[in-house]
């Protein structure tokens, strides 16, 4: 069974950072993807970013040169590392592992104030 935990959220001002991390329990396989998701209020749940096995990794545009994903595998993390914040990137953030199965974490807030 794996299980995703999500940390790091919380309130932060414009143009300040914050770091979310994602521990992953269970058994990562290589070629595993991971990802970082939001669904901001009133809206739709939203890919922003992806990394693959080798480090290779997927922006959405409105988080590129802003946000980093990376992933230390032998520790079983996942990372978002998000600069610049914009009162428009306040949503519910979850991370997402696809694996022989797909598993969600279960969110943390991220509220960006103005």
């Not at 022989?100 to 104030?113: A, D, E």
């Amino acid at each position: 069974q794996v299980q995703l935990v999500e940390s790091g959220g919380g309130l932060v001002q414009a143009g300040g950072s914050l770091r979310l991390s994602c521990r992953i329990f269970g058994t990562i396989f290589s070629g595993d993807v991971m990802g970082w998701y939001r669904q901001p209020p009133g809206k739709e749940r939203e890919l922003i970013a992806q990394i693959f096995t080798g480090g290779h990794t997927n922006y959405q545009d409105s988080v590129k040169g802003r946000f980093t994903i990376s992933r230390d595998d032998a520790k079983n993390m996942l990372y978002l590392q998000m600069n610049s914040l914009k009162p428009e990137d306040t949503a519910v953030y979850y991370c997402r592992l696809w694996s022989q199965s797909n598993y969600w974490g279960q969110g943390t807030q991220v509220t960006v104030s103005s």
